[in-house]
């Protein structure tokens, strides 16, 4: 079974960066005496000597362990900060060439993608803070000139995510730990997607790829993304958000006998630990969506309070109107019943209980939500 592995190289700040050219020069007389923790604050030339030992870590071990063909690579990076923008083409030197690691021969010659975080934040000034995001674009620049001529030209990717937006909302300028807690923003968002297509898709030769969206002067909702996106995104973000709101707002209708399948199938499922974790996800997913639609630039899918109107849901699209005697949450929980009893074919109630859903919300989702 083929797997993807994921690297991750964004720090807890993404910080500026004096980019490669500063790689094998001395470092200046104030980074003499730096940290070598990470986050190298807008120093690659300090992270590039630390991250240069990466495949002899624990972590690299194990991971070189357990790869096997047809596995996948993605390298998740910032360019403005000096732990991605040093560590990227250092890891990936290493994934391409490096010998002296379990199953390098599989690893030198897998099919690699990453994806490169550009600038889409400023930081307030703060004296205290070393990071100054006045200087991110050019050094942003200064790293695209090392990518093309150190990445691109020589073919070591087979595939290369650039994402950025307009530089519109202003962070307090943390340089990382728990002071920095910024709210999920578009970008993060709109990056998971091209872990996505990554897995999905083919490559001959280097893909630089770019995701653009309709141009639109107020927040993004679905209608914004060109139709390969679309359909990436709508059906599954909305089944999975008609069960987060059942979960969380309506628990106490889906617990009543009023949901028959319990009777037979989740007669004890509410009070166990699962579903005490299943629900606990759910309410911080709501929270994420939130954090998304208040943030610049706004990612607004779902109506956030649907009441007892679920099916208006999603952002500007009007629900169509079925012949049923049901409507609303009890049409919900129609279709549910009659999933978990025809079709639903997992036996363990846990599994049961999410394929019911999953099978539910499916064709709820056809039948009020499609165009």
């Not at 991605?84 to 994934?95: D, Q």
């Not at 914004?224 to 679309?230: A, K, L």
């Not at 009441?307 to 699209?317: I, M, N, Q, R, S």
Request: charged fraction near 25%; include cysteine; charge should be neutral.
């Amino acid at each position: 079974m083929e797997t993807l592995r994921f690297f991750r190289l964004i720090p807890p700040s993404l910080s500026n960066s004096r980019i490669f050219k500063a790689f094998h020069q001395k470092p200046p007389t104030s980074t003499l005496n730096a940290s070598f923790c990470a986050p190298y604050k807008g120093n690659p030339n300090i992270g590039s000597v630390v991250l240069n030992q990466i495949s002899q870590s624990d972590d690299f071990e194990e991971f070189a362990n357990s790869f096997s063909a047809g596995d996948r690579i993605f390298i998740i990076s910032s360019i403005f900060g000096g732990t991605g923008a040093s560590g990227f083409p250092l890891l990936l030197k290493t994934l391409r060439q490096g010998d002296h690691f379990p199953n390098h021969d599989l690893i030198n010659n897998a099919t690699i993608g990453a994806i490169t975080i550009l600038p889409y934040f400023k930081l307030k000034q703060n004296e205290d803070s070393e990071i100054d995001s006045s200087t991110f674009i050019s050094k942003t620049k200064s790293a695209l000139a090392y990518y093309e001529s150190n990445i691109i030209k020589n073919g070591s990717i087979d595939a290369l995510y650039y994402l950025a937006d307009d530089m519109a909302g202003i962070y307090e300028n943390n340089e990382g730990g728990s002071a920095q807690r910024n709210d999920a923003h578009l970008v993060e968002f709109l990056g998971a997607t091209a872990v996505v297509d990554f897995s999905n898709s083919e490559f001959m030769g280097t893909s630089n790829l770019e995701l653009g969206i309709r141009d639109t002067d107020s927040a993004v909702s679905f209608n914004s993304f060109y139709y390969r996106m679309r359909e990436m995104l709508f059906s599954p973000m909305v089944q999975f958000t008609l069960m987060a709101n059942a979960l969380t707002h309506k628990i106490d209708l889906f617990r009543s006998s009023q949901f028959s399948a319990n009777s037979k199938y989740f007669e004890n499922f509410y009070n166990e630990r699962f579903f005490q974790e299943l629900t606990g996800f759910l309410h911080k997913y709501l929270e994420w969506l939130k954090e998304l639609k208040n943030n610049k630039r706004s990612l607004n899918l779902f109506n956030e309070v649907c009441g007892d109107k679920p099916f208006e849901l999603v952002t500007d699209l009007k629900p169509k109107r079925i012949l049923s005697r049901y409507s609303d949450y009890s049409l919900i929980i129609d279709r549910l019943n009659s999933a978990v009893k025809k079709d639903c074919k997992s036996k363990d109630p846990k599994d049961r209980f999410l394929e019911m859903f999953y099978l539910g919300t499916k064709k709820l989702v056809k039948e009020k939500l499609s165009n």
